[in-house]
């Protein structure tokens, strides 16, 4: 119910304004309450902010836990052909048991091809989700600032009369207290809208963030991908060159094996085939290298030249790009800074090219194959090593010595064990996320094995 002023006959000034205060008092508390829910009315015209189902993110979550479960599946039978490799290696070395390793890898290749694109396919739906909820962070922010915008209008508006003005013109209390709460209900709308813009600013950095790690772990997984064609093809004709060296005899294999180790004279030329941004390494330079490294931080030989080879041979690394061409932005100005620091031309330095079949972004820079920014991180460490003042990303020396040093913080690495080193390599290719690359890290482990073989023969 509205309490309406009446005029009173003759009262004084101070008499009639303590009458007012205390009738004030007594009906502040029931006023309150009844106009709470009439003081959001006041506000009902400025509509808070909200998406509509059509502009919900899209949640691919079934179809990404479905490729989980294919990739489990997966991996279960490749970790069988592991077990049997494994196991068939500790037999004798006959060439029924080799051809039947080749076997064994071939269709273990073949497997991890499959899981590796069932990878990308997950990628893919999780940067569409990532990518949905990030356009869902964006219209959060403008529909609050534009609701923002109406709440300061509305403050604004109550500011311009003064709180006895506001009294004076209203016609009951209930609309003078109605008014007050609906100017709280205000400022804590402000404050709540300023609040959640805030965390939806930090939102959306973070998934911003996220988005740019789906987006190298899924050129990571191309490169991958390209890199198991390789290897599928070339354990393909070494089987069949193994037969045609041998005739299918058994002592014709033990003459091979006697003669070099087991290496069949196409595999001893991969391993030989080093190259820097489509440059030539010499073999005899990189054997050279890795060896000193070794002796001075600890890191075996053999698994230097084990990552080397796999890196040498990724897709995205052959031949040399321009920086400002197929680097990121963000990247350059730390390549400039090396260059001119080196006394080279930065458009004359070689990098690594962007992908041609996909989006991505080349970059890397000498046989390490280290960005800008990650060459600083090591940048003093390996003058330290080789005495080179300032180092050089596309020196030889230089390069495996940066290499070693990243791949010695992992504990383990220096006393050369094989857990360590397999997690090194995987880091050294995909950082944290390196558990969802195995395969490079198999192949580095693989080719560490092989060279360990050459520079025993």
């Not at 939806?200 to 198991?228: A, F, G, H, K, W």
């Amino acid at each position: 119910m509205d309490f309406v002023f009446h005029k009173i006959p003759v009262i004084s000034k101070g008499r009639k304004a303590l009458l007012l205060c205390g009738f004030i008092a007594v009906v502040f508390v029931f006023i309150c309450i009844v106009n709470k829910s009439l003081a959001e009315d006041t506000l009902s015209s400025v509509s808070s902010p909200s998406l509509t189902g059509a502009e919900s993110p899209q949640n691919n979550q079934e179809l990404i836990n479905q490729k989980l479960e294919e990739i489990k599946k997966i991996q279960e039978n490749i970790n069988q052909f592991k077990s049997s490799i494994s196991e068939k290696q500790k037999e004798g070395k006959t060439l029924e048991n080799q051809i039947s390793i080749y076997d064994s890898n071939i269709y273990k290749n073949q497997l991890e091809a499959q899981e590796t694109m069932i990878n990308i396919e997950r990628s893919e739906l999780e940067m569409e989700d990532i990518e949905a909820r990030i356009e869902e962070d964006k219209i959060r922010i403008e529909e609050n600032k534009i609701y923002l915008k109406e709440m300061i209008r509305v403050l604004y508006g109550y500011q311009q009369e003064s709180l006895f003005e506001t009294f004076i013109e209203r016609d009951s209390l209930s609309d003078f207290f109605n008014e007050m709460n609906a100017l709280e209900a205000v400022q804590q709308k402000i404050f709540g809208t300023v609040v959640s813009l805030k965390q939806e600013r930090e939102d959306l950095s973070l998934r911003n963030e996220e988005l740019q790690d789906n987006q190298i772990s899924y050129q990571n997984l191309l490169e991958i991908r390209y890199e198991q064609n390789i290897s599928l093809e070339s354990l393909k004709m070494q089987k069949e060159e193994l037969l045609q060296i041998t005739s299918g005899e058994e002592d014709k294999f033990q003459e091979l094996m006697s003669d070099s180790q087991g290496l069949l004279p196409s595999l001893r030329a991969e391993l030989r085939d080093l190259q820097s941004l489509g440059s030539s390494i010499k073999f005899d330079d990189a054997i050279s290298a890795a060896q000193y490294v070794g002796s001075v931080t600890g890191v075996r030989p053999e698994f230097l030249l084990g990552v080397l080879r796999l890196e040498s041979g990724l897709g995205t690394n052959v031949g040399g790009g321009n920086y400002l061409v197929d680097m990121r932005e963000s990247q350059r100005a730390t390549f400039e800074g090396i260059a001119i620091e080196l006394g080279y031309d930065p458009n004359s330095m070689p990098v690594s090219k962007k992908p041609k079949t996909y989006s991505g972004w080349g970059g890397a820079m000498g046989p390490a194959q280290m960005m800008p920014t990650t060459w600083m991180i090591y940048k003093d460490r390996t003058s330290q090593i080789t005495g080179n003042y300032p180092p050089d990303p596309w020196d030889l020396t230089d390069s495996i010595a940066a290499m070693a040093i990243k791949l010695s913080e992992v504990e383990g690495v220096t006393s050369g064990d094989y857990n360590a080193e397999y997690k090194a390599a995987g880091i050294y290719f995909a950082g944290s996320n390196w558990q969802r690359f195995t395969f490079y890290s198999d192949k580095v482990m693989y080719y560490t094995n092989l060279y360990e073989k050459e520079l025993g023969s």
